[in-house]
Structure formats: structure tokens, C-alpha cells
């Protein structure tokens, strides 16, 4: 309590004069204090920026799936025919399954159901397209699973699906063929005999792995299941989590959901199976962990220089003090007393530019945000981290001048002038 | 009654190249409490030399020195800063006040090392710069005060911490006779309230203030005579 107490006094007399020495040297003061900002500011500028970026270039991948899973009877990719018998004898997952789990799952920002199946001979008054084309059913989020937005009309919507409309959008390929020269919108075709209404266009997406992506039409799940039903028809159910933080949760919630809605018994393994794109994110920070070392390295040096900066100011400081020093001494100081005094007033020395430089990267990395259309993100962290660095600064380059501060002789300042 | 201040055959010698400088050369002293003592002798002969010993600001070559009974001799740095902050107080011939400090503050910077709370050394300031007759000048710093009131500034702040010795080198010697009368009255009635007091000096009218007047010369105590009876 006694050193408490005496702590608290010597770090106000230190706060005064750290305020009277940037006062007294206010352009040497100036740049001291940028070097450190200017360090501070890289590290927290760059954080700043790759947390933005990060949490954009997460949303974006979003659409690629990167917090998005698939639930499906069957898995993904499959080694020839081994365990297959596992799989098959798995119940589909059908409608009112799906149904339910949207109705009761909490987290998914987007859950959206998809089925597929192959249609021949689509027709539009005298054309046919011969060549199989990719029947969808879905509902109004599954463009989205489908990595496509609408380019013209509109999406599917829940009324469409609700009611079991007639209605379709189609891939680029279908448009090529069937309207070469015609708007597809509001035009009826025909899938195996059944008349469907095109209510929308989606962009075209080109090829991937050798095959065309646009050759496809898509219809209201429910008039899927209507008309294009078979005994081996289960729904995949994509389920989109709110960001990658809750992503784990989301995928939690959605197999306890879904165990609970297909009656799987507690200790039982799952009768479903989950995919899902986590790998993406880690090749992300991959990339972002080769900008945060640059930015590290830059910040190191911008500290280094200011640091010597700070060194240079106190022993400025020390110089021009050395009466004041004597005084002190003669009426009670002990060398701790000056050797605190002097280093508390070389770390709020740098923890001012160290402030300064928190706000300006802080503002830096917004700008990149503003940029980039991309909400902010606050590496508090860092900041808190940066703080700390430039305490160290303070201590590390500021112990010799008051080093040299402590150990003078009292009768000697007190000559000087 | 036992003796405020004892030095034995005190020396505290300089090494200039090859020359070796004895600024004390066998001091031999005893001093009491409720003294008052003045130091003369020619300007080089050891009288700061001899007050920063006393003062415990320096330490000796060789000798004994007891302050109350403590071997000063024996003492390391935070025990000589300890013994200076509450046993004694010092004033300077040029003041020696913070400049950017206020006159309170100046009073208040003692009592900082001594770990007195915030509160308590406003008070103890402010009554200490009343006893010198500057409680209107209190917020004031050093460039605001004239020299006498710089100097009651630097009494006020010896006075502060209640200690055992003061010691004024040459406390009038940049003042003006005017000031000068001013700050020898106010040693005096410390001294007649019970202070000790040690003040070096080259005039004769300032010396014959104490009761004891000791003169050196060339690090040596040429002599030391009570000129008054208390
Ligand atoms: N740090 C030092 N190094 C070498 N010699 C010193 C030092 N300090 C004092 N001296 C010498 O010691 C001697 C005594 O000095 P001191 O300051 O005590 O004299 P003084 O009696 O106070 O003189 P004045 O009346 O001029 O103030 C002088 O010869 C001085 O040169
Ligand atoms: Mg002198």
C-alpha cells in the first residue's frame, strides 16, 4: 500500500512532465511519436484491412459454399461400390422432413432444398432439345446453392412452391436453344408433356471440369415431387450458417435436428450425410497469414526506428533535466524514484503514439472497407497488442535514459546549468 | 543532551589528473540541537563541500559522520535520499526551485517522496508557504515570484517535511539587501522556534544573525566560537 501509494504520485509527476517534454520539444516530440504511430498504424491498418477483407472474402465464398453444407442421403464422392449397402438402405429424405427442419432449424441464415433428375425432348412450339437436359426442383434459395443469380425475370418464390405452379427458370443452354431470337420470359414449354411457364433467366456460368454448368431448368420443388417422383428421390438440403464463426453451431443444430426428425436413436451414427467446404477457408488464411507477416515486419522496423527516436528524446530529455534531477535527488528522490519517473515518461511517451497510430489504423482499415463496400471489422486484439508492444518500446528504450538519469550525482546536477 | 550532528576527522578529497583537491581535510564538528551556526571563509576553502556532507548529499573519503546517532558514513544511496527527505532541508543560494512547477507544488515535491497522500501534502504545503508569508502566491511559478519570494519558496519547502537541520548556502547571495533582511528574519524566528540552522556566508552582518561562527579555511577548521549567548 505504502508502494502504492507512492507509485500512483510518482506516475502523475511523470504524466505532467511527459506532457511538459513533448511541450518543450514539440517537433522532435512530433516525429518520435509518428514513428510510433506509423508502426502502430501498419500493424493495425493491415489487421484491420485483412479482417475486413477475411470477413468479406468469407461472405463471398459464402456463395461458394464456404459456410454452406450439404445433407443428403448419399455422400458426395464415393469409392466404387464399397458400403454401399449402408447408404441404400438409409431412408430418403423427403419433403416433409425438409419441411420441418427449415421450420424448426434456428441458425442457418438459408436453407434451401434441391433434387435433381434428367429430362429429354424439352420443347418450345417447334423445337426440341434432344439431348438430356438437368431437371432441378428447388425453392427460392437454391440459385444460390447453385452458385447463379437471376439475370433476367424473377426467382422462384414459396407462393411458387407453395402452390405447385407450373413455372421454371432456365440455364443459358436451354435459352440458346429453345429462344435464340425470342425473350424466354412468360413463354410456355413443355417437359415431358407437362406445360411450364419460364418466370426467369440465370446468368450464364460457363464450363467447369469439362461439362457446361447452364444446361439445366429448375421448377418449385413441390411440382417436382408432383410429377417427377421415383422410389429413389431424396432431397439434398443445403443449409447456409451466418458466418464462419458459426458455422460449427449451425452444423451441430442442424444434425441434432435432423437425427431428431428422422427418429435416428441416441448412440445410433447418423442415417444422412454432411458435406461441406471448410477446406476453402483455410486456404484463405494461408494467403492472409503471408500479408499479416509483411505488415509484422514493416511495423517491427517502423518501431525500431522509433524506438531509438524515443531513446533520443529522453536522453535529450535527461540532458536538459539535469538540474531538475539534482533537486529532486537533494530533496528526497531516490534513484527508483528517478528511474521510474523517467521510464513512466518514456512509456506514455509511446503509448501517446502508440494511440494515435491505433486510431489512424483503425481509420486506415475503414477506408478499405469504404473501398471494398465490405462492413469494418476492429481487430481490438491487435490494438490492445499493439499497446502493449509500444509499452515495451517505452521500457526497452527509455531504461538507459533513466538509467543514466538515476545514477547522477546530485551535486554535480546541481552545479549544472 | 546528545548531539544532532557529529563529524570526526571527516575528509573528502577530489582527484583532478594527477593533483588530488582535499575540499575537506580533517573536519572535526559537533553540532547540537536549536544551533545556529554561520560558516565563513574565502571563496575555494570547503564550506558547500562541508554543507553537502552535512547535508548527506555527498559522502566522505575517510571519517565518521553520525547524523542522530546513524553512521552517514556506512549509509547507502536510498537510505542518504531517505535521510535527506525527512531530516533535512536544504536551501540554495540559487533557489533551485522546478521551474514550471507552481510554488505549491515546489513545497509539495518532499513530501511526493515521502508517500504522503495527495490531500495531506496540500495542506502541509499550504501551511508551509503561510509560515513564509506567500499564501497569496501559491499558484505562481518561479518566474512569477521575485528572487526574495523565490527564496522564501525554497524555506517554505525546506521547512515542509519538519526536519531536524536546515541548511542555507548562502541563501541571501542573489538577493538584494532589501530580500535578504527578509529571508534572514524568517531563519530567525525559525531558529528561535526551536530549528537548527547551518548558513553559509561571506558577509559579516549575515553571519552575526547565528550564535556560533565557524570559519575554514583550505578544508580545515581554522576556528569555531559561540559569538552569543542563546
Ligand atoms: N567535483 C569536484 N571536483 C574537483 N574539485 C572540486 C569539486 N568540487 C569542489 N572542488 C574543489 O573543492 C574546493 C572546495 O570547494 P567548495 O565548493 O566547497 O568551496 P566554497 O568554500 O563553497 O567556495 P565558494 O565560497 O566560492 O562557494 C575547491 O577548491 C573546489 O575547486
Ligand atoms: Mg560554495
Redesign the interface.
Known amino acids: 500500500m ?1 508502494g502504492l ?2 507509485t500512483k ?2 506516475i502523475m ?1 511523470s504524466f505532467r512532465m511527459t506532457i ?1 517534454a513533448i511541450r518543450q520539444n514539440k517537433l522532435r516530440s512530433i516525429l518520435t511519436l509518428l514513428g510510433i504511430s506509423i508502426g502502430v498504424f501498419s500493424v493495425i491498418g493491415v489487421m484491420t484491412a485483412i479482417r475486413t477483407l477475411e470477413s468479406s472474402v468469407e461472405s463471398g465464398l459464402n456463395v461458394f459454399g464456404t459456410n454452406t453444407f450439404v445433407i443428403q442421403k448419399w455422400p458426395g464422392i464415393r469409392v466404387g461400390n464399397h458400403g454401399d449397402e449402408k447408404y441404400r438402405n438409409r431412408k430418403n429424405i423427403d419433403y416433409p422432413q425438409y419441411e420441418e427442419f427449415k421450420r424448426r432449424a434456428r441458425m442457418p441464415i438459408m436453407v434451401s432444398v434441391s433434387e435433381g433428375t434428367s429430362a429429354r425432348n424439352v420443347k418450345y412450339r417447334d423445337k426440341t432439345v434432344k439431348r438430356s437436359i438437368e431437371l432441378i426442383g428447388g425453392d427460392e434459395g437454391t440459385i444460390r446453392t447453385y452458385n447463379t443469380y437471376i439475370a433476367d425475370g424473377r426467382n422462384v418464390t414459396t407462393d411458387d412452391v407453395h402452390s405447385v405452379r407450373n413455372v421454371c427458370l432456365l440455364g443459358m443452354d436451354v435459352v440458346d436453344r429453345l429462344f435464340p431470337f425470342e425473350d424466354p420470359i412468360g413463354k410456355t414449354i413443355q417437359i415431358r408433356g407437362l406445360d411450364y411457364n419460364v418466370i426467369g433467366i440465370t446468368e450464364r456460368k460457363g464450363e467447369a471440369f469439362g461439362g457446361s454448368q447452364d444446361n439445366y431448368i429448375a421448377i418449385p420443388i413441390t411440382n417436382f415431387l408432383q410429377h417427377f417422383k421415383n422410389r429413389w428421390t431424396t432431397l439434398s438440403i443445403s443449409v447456409e450458417a451466418p458466418s464462419a464463426e458459426e458455422y460449427d453451431k449451425t452444423m451441430d443444430e442442424a444434425i441434432g435436428l435432423l437425427r431428431a426428425i428422422r427418429k435416428v436413436p441416441p448412440g445410433k451414427e447418423n442415417d444422412f450425410e454432411i458435406e461441406s467446404n471448410a477446406e476453402m477457408i483455410e486456404r484463405f488464411s494461408g494467403f492472409t497469414s503471408g500479408i499479416k507477416l509483411f505488415a509484422l515486419s514493416i511495423s517491427v522496423i517502423a518501431l525500431l526506428v522509433a524506438g531509438i527516436g524515443i531513446m533520443n528524446i529522453m536522453l535529450v530529455s535527461v540532458t536538459d533535466r539535469i ?2 534531477i ?12 528517478i528511474l521510474t519517473q523517467f521510464l513512466t515518461e518514456a512509456i506514455f511517451l509511446s503509448e501517446f503514439g502508440g494511440i494515435v497510430g491505433v486510431i489512424l489504423g483503425i481509420a486506415g482499415g475503414n477506408i478499405v472497407a469504404v473501398i471494398f463496400k465490405v462492413p469494418a471489422v476492429i481487430p481490438f486484439d491487435w490494438a490492445l497488442y499493439g499497446l502493449i508492444v509500444c509499452s515495451i518500446i517505452g521500457i526497452g528504450f527509455g531504461i538507459y535514459p533513466a538509467w543514466r538519469a538515476s545514477n547522477l550525482d ?2 554535480e546536477s ?1 552545479r549544472y546549468e | 543532551m546528545s548531539s544532532l550532528i557529529s563529524l570526526q576527522n571527516i575528509k573528502r578529497h577530489y582527484e583532478v589528473g594527477d593533483e588530488i583537491v582535499r575540499a575537506l581535510d580533517g573536519v572535526d564538528l559537533t553540532i547540537n540541537h536549536n544551533e545556529y551556526i554561520s560558516i565563513m571563509g574565502p571563496s575555494g576553502s570547503g564550506k558547500s563541500t562541508l554543507m ?1 556532507m552535512i ?1 548527506c ?2 559522502t566522505p573519503s575517510s571519517g565518521k559522520y553520525e547524523f542522530e546517532g546513524e553512521l552517514v558514513h556506512d549509509m547507502d ?2 537510505q542518504l ?2 535521510i ?3 531530516k533535512i532541508g ?1 536551501v ?1 543560494q540559487t533557489f ?5 512547477a507552481t510554488a505549491l507544488h515546489n513545497v509539495e ?2 513530501l ?4 504522503i ?2 490531500n495531506q501534502r496540500i495542506d502541509k504545503a499550504s501551511k508551509s508557504l503561510t509560515e513564509v508569508g506567500l499564501h497569496d502566491r501559491m499558484y505562481h511559478r518561479p518566474n512569477e515570484l521575485s528572487g526574495g519570494q523565490r527564496q522564501r519558496v525554497a524555506i517554505a ?1 525546506a521547512l515542509v ?1 519538519d526536519p531536524s537541520i536546515i541548511l542555507a548556502d548562502e541563501p541571501t547571495g542573489n538577493l538584494d539587501s532589501k530580500s535578504g533582511a527578509e529571508i534572514m528574519n524568517i531563519l530567525d524566528s525559525l531558529y528561535s522556534r526551536g530549528n537548527t540552522i547551518i548558513l553559509v556566508t561571506h558577509e559579516e552582518y549575515i553571519a552575526n544573525h547565528a550564535h556560533r561562527i565557524i570559519n575554514i579555511f583550505d578544508g580545515k577548521i581554522k576556528d569555531d566560537k559561540i559569538v552569543k549567548k542563546k
Open positions: 505504502f501509494s507512492r504520485n510518482g509527476e511538459d538540474k531538475e539534482g533537486i529532486r535527488k537533494a530533496i528526497g528522490a531516490t534513484r527508483t524514484d546530485p551535486i546541481l | 553537502n547535508g548529499l555527498d544511496d536510498n535520499a531517505s535527506r527527505n525527512r536544504f540554495f533551485n526551485l522546478l521551474p514550471k515535491v518532499p511526493i517522496y515521502s508517500n497522500p495527495k519547502r517535511n
